[in-house]
């Protein structure tokens, strides 16, 4: 028979914020017409990233960095992204549940080289709703998995170029509960799409990023 501190224990296990780290793998494309850019290159790339994490149960704080430490040639890559996802569950218990995640995104996305003068930052803001899965086995481990599309608006650094992003956003979470000297440790994958569709055409790009973290809970 469980405890009433037990159960607390196994709550606060599930809820327990936490910090990442990991890498993020990015593919950057223009998607355009070619005529459009101010010089004969776009800022295209495919590389990687490193990456930092704040989780805290809907609220996440993500920071990407790639440059030449991460192999990045003639790139700078800095994406600074805070989001917020509340689920409504409608079916399951305690230890199984399915629902609609509901989600408030705002993201900073800059990709700057030396060899071009034009750069690209844009700030956009969106919000989307999709699907969320989620499992439990008591004091030992949770598994979670979601899925969700958004679209949104985005502007350049000024505010004087602006247009529309379409987001699609999945991640995958295994947390194994008290495993190392009482905290949790979170085995993560996240997909983040970006499409933007910018006036002019100069700045139309797909952004693809695949991150694989590890987490401790805080």
Same mark, same amino acid.
């Given at each position: 028979?469980?405890?009433? &501190?037990?159960?607390?224990?196994?709550?606060?296990?599930?809820?327990?914020?936490? *910090?990442?780290?990991?890498?993020? *793998?990015?593919?950057?494309?223009?998607? $355009?017409?070619?005529?459009?850019?101010?010089?004969?290159?776009?800022?295209?790339? %495919?590389?990687?990233?490193?990456?930092?994490?704040?989780?805290?149960?809907?609220?996440?704080?993500?920071?990407?960095?790639? @440059? &030449?430490?991460?192999?990045?040639?003639?790139?700078?890559?800095?994406?600074?992204?805070?989001?917020?996802? &509340?689920?409504?569950?409608?079916?399951? @218990?305690?230890?199984?549940?399915?629902?609609?995640?509901?989600? *408030?995104?705002?993201?900073? %996305?800059?990709?700057? #080289?030396?060899?071009?003068?034009?750069?690209?930052?844009?700030?956009?803001?969106?919000?989307?709703? +999709? *699907?969320?899965?989620?499992?439990?086995?008591?004091?030992?481990?949770?598994?979670?998995?979601?899925?969700?599309?958004?679209?949104?608006? #985005?502007?350049?650094?000024? $505010?004087?170029?602006? +247009?529309?992003?379409?987001?699609?956003?999945?991640? !995958?979470?295994? @947390?194994?509960?008290?495993?190392?000297? $009482?905290?949790?440790?979170?085995?993560?994958?996240?997909? &983040?799409?970006?499409?933007?569709?910018?006036?002019?055409?100069?700045?139309?790009?797909?952004? !693809? $990023?695949? #991150?694989?973290?590890?987490?401790?809970?805080?």
């Amino acid at each position: 028979m469980f405890s009433v &501190n037990e159960g607390a224990n196994q709550r606060s296990n599930q809820f327990s914020p936490y *910090l990442r780290a990991g890498v993020q *793998l990015v593919d950057f494309q223009y998607t $355009g017409d070619p005529s459009e850019l101010s010089g004969t290159s776009s800022l295209a790339f %495919t590389g990687a990233a490193a990456q930092i994490a704040y989780e805290s149960g809907g609220l996440n704080l993500i920071l990407a960095l790639g @440059n &030449n430490l991460t192999q990045l040639d003639n790139r700078r890559y800095f994406n600074l992204n805070l989001n917020f996802t &509340n689920p409504f569950y409608f079916l399951g @218990n305690e230890n199984f549940s399915a629902g609609i995640p509901v989600k *408030l995104e705002t993201k900073l %996305t800059s990709v700057r #080289s030396d060899v071009i003068s034009e750069g690209f930052s844009q700030t956009n803001l969106s919000a989307g709703a +999709g *699907l969320i899965v989620r499992a439990e086995v008591p004091q030992k481990f949770g598994i979670s998995t979601q899925l969700i599309p958004s679209i949104g608006f #985005s502007t350049a650094s000024g $505010g004087f170029i602006g +247009g529309n992003v379409f987001s699609l956003s999945g991640k !995958a979470r295994i @947390n194994f509960y008290e495993l190392i000297f $009482g905290k949790n440790i979170s085995l993560g994958y996240d997909y &983040n799409f970006d499409s933007y569709n910018i006036d002019g055409e100069e700045y139309d790009y797909d952004f !693809a $990023g695949h #991150s694989l973290t590890i987490g401790i809970s805080l």
